[in-house]
């Protein structure tokens, strides 16, 4: 266990990685060079990392998420400047009460919803969906929100299963402080860059080696110089959430659900 927050990766071995399509169609690119293995390190232990049954039932031994890392990196580039918004106290209390998402989530699937209530429920939680770490792609991947309340980031995660765990962390909810979030963010966002960017280098100097697929080196070589002037954008992504909406749409939502 750890005191800290960190992202974690490992990239698998570029001879090692599938190529996507088929027959005459088989590519690879940055996406999917950067196939592997993470997993996120909280303060209450290991967030993504599956358990031993699990690791039975899927006739697995990836312990931790084995997907495209490029994915989380480019979730966390996405909700990084609006898990780093404050949110006012007021509001974060009220979206934040797990009853409260329980009882909207509920009422919303029932047959009491109305379109215009709907259409509502969706512009309210806007804001908060910003602050949502998405892992639908995931099999019973957990619903992970971050937001922020005075210098506090407050990290949730839920992963809503039923009977046996996948996860060995399946819920919990820890909290750091603004700057240790963003250090852990920009940690991790730049080891990426720095490992594909060895992987690029290598590929260039030595050509593309693999006969089972192809791999366009110049194109490599664009998306490489492209992600990295993203993450150096995303440290200045500013939103500007009018709070006063958010809460005159809190209160309508209300009044038109009871």
């Not at 996507?20 to 690879?28: I, N, S, Y």
């Not at 996406?31 to 039975?56: C, H, K, M, N, R």
Request: net charge negative; with cysteine; aromatic share 12%.
């Amino acid at each position: 266990m750890t005191s800290s927050l960190a992202f974690n990766f490992e990239l698998r071995k570029v001879e090692e990685i599938m190529p996507w399509g088929t027959g005459a169609d088989r590519k690879l690119h940055w996406f999917g060079l950067t196939d592997g293995l993470y997993w996120i390190s909280t303060p209450l232990g290991e967030v993504l990392q599956y358990t031993e049954g699990a690791l039975v039932r899927y006739n697995s031994d990836c312990r931790y998420v084995d997907y495209q890392v490029a994915r989380i990196f480019e979730d966390l580039q996405e909700i990084m400047p609006y898990a780093l918004e404050p949110v006012p106290g007021d509001i974060a209390q009220i979206v934040s009460d797990p009853d409260w998402y329980a009882k909207r989530a509920a009422w919303f699937e029932s047959d009491e919803s109305s379109p215009e209530l709907c259409e509502r429920w969706f512009d309210t939680i806007e804001w908060w969906s910003q602050r949502n770490l998405d892992t639908l792609y995931l099999k019973h991947g957990p619903s992970i929100q971050i937001w922020r309340v005075e210098d506090r980031i407050t990290i949730r995660w839920d992963s809503c299963e039923q009977g046996e765990s996948v996860w060995t962390l399946p819920k919990g909810e820890c909290s750091v402080d603004a700057q240790a979030f963003t250090s852990s963010c920009l940690a991790f966002l730049l080891q990426v860059l720095e490992e594909m960017q060895i992987r690029v280098d290598y590929i260039v100097q030595n050509g593309w080696l693999r006969q089972d697929c192809v791999l366009d080196i110049p194109l490599l070589v664009k998306e490489q110089k492209d992600r990295s002037d993203a993450v150096q954008a995303v440290k200045d992504r500013r939103p500007n959430t009018d709070w006063n909406v958010v809460r005159e749409q809190l209160c309508q939502l209300a009044r038109l659900s009871g």
